[in-house]
């Protein structure tokens, strides 16, 4: 089967840095996105990632190895506003996107 | 000059009754999509059109219908909605159907709730 894992729920401090895993097992990969979803709201865009290595956008960061079947998603400088659910998905040989469920990120004062 | 606009936003309704949700997309995107996400926060896809014709149909009771009368609109018609219906369902849109570099753009959702 295709699954996407990442950690239901991480908590950080305002202005300190967190890592969001990502691991995949899909028939095929053809990229991988993180979006982010704020409570009640509809899933934006963040990144996108089709090469191993680093794509760093601002204080966002996001990072593959397609041979590990591994992603991260960095964010730095924290802000109460990066309070949200970061969802990971991954396109596969047919040009489905796989979603994971999501972390719920919850930073704290 | 919302990009992908879906109404209604709320909706609260009995066991079997049918009801529709609207999507309409200003952005010249050819690939409309329904997607629902459950309590559990899951993303599913149910349909996918491009230009107007059905090119994902997920495992989805045949009580749910998608129209599209154009590339910028995709209905959602659900028949005889049961408990399980209960969700929030997304519409979204993309540039390109099949292609990797393929940005989902979505509407604010519309939350269903059947009593």
């Known amino acids: 089967g295709q699954n996407i894992d990442q950690p239901t729920e991480m908590t950080a401090t305002e202005g300190a840095i967190v890592q969001i895993n990502c691991t995949y097992q899909t028939s095929g990969f053809n990229g991988l996105f993180w979006y982010q979803q704020h409570a009640g709201e509809a899933p934006t865009f963040l990144s996108y990632n089709v090469l191993d290595g680093l794509e760093e956008k601002g204080r966002f960061s996001s990072f593959l190895s397609r041979s590990k079947g591994y992603s991260y998603l960095l964010l730095k400088e924290l802000q109460m506003k990066d309070s949200a659910s970061y969802l990971c998905?991954?396109?596969?040989?047919?040009?489905?996107?796989?979603w994971g469920a999501g972390t719920k990120l919850i930073i704290k004062p | 000059d919302t990009a992908v606009s879906q109404t209604p936003k709320y909706l609260v309704t009995q066991m079997g009754n049918d009801k529709s949700i609207k999507c309409e997309q200003n952005?010249?995107?050819?690939?409309m999509y329904w997607y629902k996400q459950d309590s559990k926060k899951f993303l599913k896809i149910m349909f996918s059109y491009n230009n107007k014709e059905l090119i994902i149909n997920e495992t989805v009771p045949n009580r749910f219908s998608p129209k599209s009368p154009d590339k910028a609109h995709l209905n959602l018609h659900i028949n005889s909605l049961e408990l399980g219906d209960s969700a929030v369902y997304f519409c979204a849109s993309s540039p390109l159907g099949f292609s990797g570099a393929n940005v989902l753009t979505f509407g604010a959702g519309s939350r269903l709730t059947v009593l």
């Open positions: 952005l010249g995107h050819d690939t």
């Open positions: 998905a991954v396109m596969n040989s047919n040009y489905q996107l796989i």
